[in-house]
């Protein structure tokens, strides 16, 4: 993503003294996510520092705990607590990092789009080509400086081949009417624009649409035991703080158990992943 930004940067040229007023927000906002990403950057760092100080106390605590007292096996449940409240601090910063430097991409790319430097950059739909559609080649539909590369700002390949779709099939006029009007919806609506192009753990979603619905629409058979789940992992974690303190008996029996059920549900739990491995395929 960092690539993408210094590419997008480095093709940057002077902005008009007097932009237009959708070229100066974006430009606002573009400053904005540099400010935010700097803050976020310095905290990542810091709260990657703390975790491994902290883990580093933990682990002293332990080697501690059998030769002290109480006392040191309480400063260990703190450790073990303060580790977890950064663990989950620090996804926290870094999700907001992310969501930043897509933010900070898509405003690049729609100065770009501005100062018409847009050819080149992004998706270009060739993986949509048809040599026999009638007039795609001509119309330059798809290909490098394409009109699908000047509209494509989508994640998903299904939002890729939902675009190339609408460009390569005429749709009716109601089809028509429906399209501008979620056009005029969405076009004073930023925000929300900004969150669609930022959302998410990953960059790209290579998600197929066809095994994604088949995975969706089939059962797995584990809805039933999640009741059962949930027991489990409280009587867990009752066992492991009873381990610590009195006998690691219980723990073990629950091991066990645990690894019973995970033995017993094996073949569907393969065939659920496997499902779900197939909709990650290019």
Known sequence: MDEKIAVLETNKVAVPAHPNPAQAEYSRRLEQCKSQIALLQRKHLWLGNARIAVFVAIFILAWRTAKSG?????????????????????????????HAKRASEFYLRGIARMEDRWAGQGENGSEFKDPLHL????????????????????????????LAQ????????????????????????????????????????EADPKALAEWAAESSGLKDGRWWALVLAVLNIAALVYGFMVLWAPFVVLLMINGSIMYRERHRLEKLFARLGETHKN
């Open 166 to 205: 609408w460009l390569l099939h005429h749709a009716s006029l109601e089809e028509i009417a429906e399209r501008q009007a979620a056009v005029t919806e969405l076009r004073d609506k930023l925000n929300f624009r900004e969150d669609l192009i930022a959302v998410g753990q990953n960059d790209r979603i």
């Open 70 to 98: 109480p006392l040191v096996l309480y400063l260990l449940f703190a450790a073990i607590a303060l580790f977890i409240g950064l663990v989950v601090l620090h996804r926290r910063v870094v999700r907001a990092m992310n």
């Open 135 to 162: 007039y795609a080649e001509d119309l330059d539909i798809l290909g490098d400086g394409s009109l699908f590369q000047l509209l494509c700002i989508a994640r998903t390949r299904m939002g890729r081949q939902c």
